[in-house]
């Protein structure tokens, strides 16, 4: 599902350096993670995973296509089988719950499923009560809910999520992992970036970030 060969991240560092350019492989259906401290990179590897940006040199494959030869409308494509959360997901002050939770499902272009996708993830996520609340209303926990809600929607190919976990409490935490799990077990990629491992770590593997230099790689 995702090869990185020699990827040299963008951006990872103030003055653009990085220790070593990165090789990983994650196969599709893997529980995976990606473990570093402030600064190791994790959010600038989000955004390549995640098709944001694109890595400075190196090769990047995601879900079969080598994005050096997919042009505007592959990137596109491979795009619309992605869903990713950043750290801290932003959210529309007047747009309602179930309005963003549908929206990712509407730019793939899948109207039709739209509504039923969007309530199977906000019912996972405990949003379902919320629905009609706005962007603005919504607490700091809820954001970074809606935020995991709009990856997940419609069970895409391949979910990356970049620490929002981090910053739940542990009982809605438990409930974003064990969704994820229930995506992966559906034959969905899912990539989970922090700064410790999960408690699902030991069912995947895991790449240990220092500074963009691989200090550890292990499957667990």
Known sequence: MIALYD???PGAFAGGAVSRALTWRVEAGQ????????GSGKSALFEVLT???LPAS???VVAGRNLDR???GGLAAVRREIGGCAQWPQVLAERTVIEHAVLPMVARGQQGRALVAAEEALGALGLDACREVCGAELSAQQRALLGV????VGRPKLVVVDAVQEGLEAAW???VLSWLWQLKEGGSTV???GRRPTSRAREGEVLRLGGLEVVEEASC
């Open 7 to 9: 990827v040299i991240i």
């Open 31 to 38: 529980w995976a993670e990606v473990v570093g401290g402030a």
């Open 51 to 53: 098709l944001g940006s």
């Open 58 to 60: 190196g090769r990047l």
């Open 70 to 72: 997919a042009g505007r």
């Open 149 to 152: 809600v709009m990856a997940t």
């Open 173 to 175: 935490r438990g409930r």
């Open 191 to 193: 990539v989970v970036l």
